[in-house]
């Protein structure tokens, strides 16, 4: 599987962005996906995860209620949509899938996650 993220830039707190992580490979479909992103010196973080089938999401505390993952397994794409962005969202965002994925207090561990894209840096100005 090969993840290729885009939508990133610089936009302003309140503020809205669309991440789209495109994948290749049939095995997309059958994989949960997952955003995570990393800020400069913090180490990389869970953000969301979509189940293969979309009937489930999970969210960090940070964004619920702010950032809406979803996925179209016709395009083989997963998207985050992102509103009222802060400027404690500035980081690089990741999209991230793998097999055998396992939702633990309330978060994703990242080294569960076999394939990673390239990511794609929001920046957020206050």
């Known amino acids: 599987v090969q993840l290729q993220a885009s939508g990133g830039g610089l936009v302003q707190a309140g503020g809205s962005l669309r991440l789209a992580c495109a994948a290749s490979g049939r095995t997309f479909r059958s994989y949960d996906m997952g955003w995570f992103r990393q800020a400069p010196g913090k180490e990389r973080e869970f953000v969301a995860v979509i189940a293969w089938s979309g009937d489930s999401t999970y969210y960090a505390d940070s964004v619920k209620g702010r950032f809406t993952i979803s996925r179209d397994n016709a395009k083989n794409t997963v998207y985050l949509q992102m509103n009222s962005l802060k400027a404690e969202d500035t980081a690089v965002y990741y999209c991230?899938?793998?097999?055998?994925?396992?939702?633990?207090?309330?978060?994703?561990?990242?080294?569960?996650?076999?394939?990673w894209g390239q990511g794609t840096l929001v920046t957020v100005s206050s």
């Open positions: 991230a899938t793998g097999p055998g994925l396992r939702y633990y207090s309330g978060s994703y561990d990242p080294k569960q996650f076999t394939y």
